[in-house]
């Protein structure tokens, strides 16, 4: 069965240090992968998304990168973070189109 | 782009009543329809979901209807229970190679015992 694996599952950061929160999947093949950011008592704001290895796509503006070395991994990263960048950093995978996203642990930054 | 609104965004009713929560896509192209609960702290989890060409779908107390005319669809608890208290997600698709979704606000759901 694939799962999904997000770690840390708590960060503590000071502003402008840099980030980077890791995500893996098990057990499938060339998922579309997908980072989400949850403020507090918030929906769900898509922050980046990939279907293969080197493809990623963004879908706003901000201060965080993606990547995707190799099929199963994706990465969320910074080089300086800010205040706004506190939140619940969600990794999710899928198989193809119309099918269900599945989530990560999640991440929950704090930024000091 | 797509745009899903939720309503309500919170919900209280008593353990054993029925619960509805809403949701309204605007572009008709959208085929998938997925619903999440998230409890406290917790991961998203996928706990319905439903595909254009159906109009309605159960699971157990879990019910979601889809009016493609309208474009709204519905998820029904019957039989809350106090564990159903959550946030609950709509989501919508339009099966696009990323399969990106479109989330609503949340509804927050209060099931007191």
């Known amino acids: 069965s694939q799962t999904i694996h997000q770690w840390p599952a708590t960060l503590v950061q000071p502003v402008g240090s840099p980030l980077s929160l890791e995500c893996t999947v098990e057990?499938?093949?060339?998922?579309?992968l997908y980072w989400y950011r949850q403020a507090a008592g918030r929906g769900l704001q898509l922050l980046f998304y990939s279907v293969g290895i080197g493809q990623i796509s963004s879908e706003v503006p901000q201060n965080l990168s993606a990547s995707r070395p190799q099929d199963r991994q994706f990465i969320l990263s910074s080089k300086k973070l800010l205040l706004s960048d506190s939140g619940f950093y969600l990794c999710?995978?899928?198989?193809?189109?119309?099918?269900?996203?599945?989530f990560g642990d999640g991440t929950r930054l704090s930024i000091l | 782009g797509e745009n899903v609104e939720q309503h309500p965004s919170t919900l209280s009713v008593q353990e054993g009543d029925s619960a509805v929560i809403k949701c309204t896509y605007s572009d008709s192209a959208s085929n998938y329809f997925p619903w999440y609960k998230q409890e406290l702290g917790k991961r998203p989890q996928l706990i319905i979901d439903i595909r254009s060409n159906v109009g309605e779908k159960k699971d157990q107390r879990i019910a979601v209807t889809l009016n493609k005319t309208a474009k709204h669809f519905s998820l029904h608890i019957t039989e809350t229970q106090p564990e159903d208290s959550a946030v609950y997600f709509c989501a919508a698709s339009i099966g696009n190679a990323g399969n990106m979704l479109t989330f609503g606000g949340g509804t927050r759901l209060m099931v007191k015992p």
């Open positions: 999710a995978w899928s198989v193809q189109s119309n099918q269900p996203q599945h």
């Open positions: 057990g499938t093949s060339n998922p579309n």
